[in-house]
């Protein structure tokens, strides 16, 4: 599998990645295991795993960054 950066990720496949992670560490392979191939912490495997069991496919949506104007963040 080839490891991209998350940040240059669309949501999308933010979203496959997760689902990616639950359904490997499903099929068995542990935390670590999971980390490695997908190229993540393995406390973000937990997470995402912990996310699938209390929510379902909705706790692994990406929540959107809202862009903001930083020129209004500083005071004239």
Known sequence: MELRDARKLSPAELE????????????????????TMIGVHRNA??????????????GLKVKGIL??????LVAD
């Open 16 to 35: 496959d990645r997760r689902k990616l992670v639950v359904k490997l560490r499903n099929s068995g392979k542990t935390y670590a295991e999971v980390a």
């Open 45 to 58: 495997v937990s997470k995402y795993c912990a996310l699938w069991k209390n929510l379902g496919a909705k």
């Open 67 to 72: 862009p903001v104007d930083l020129k209004v």
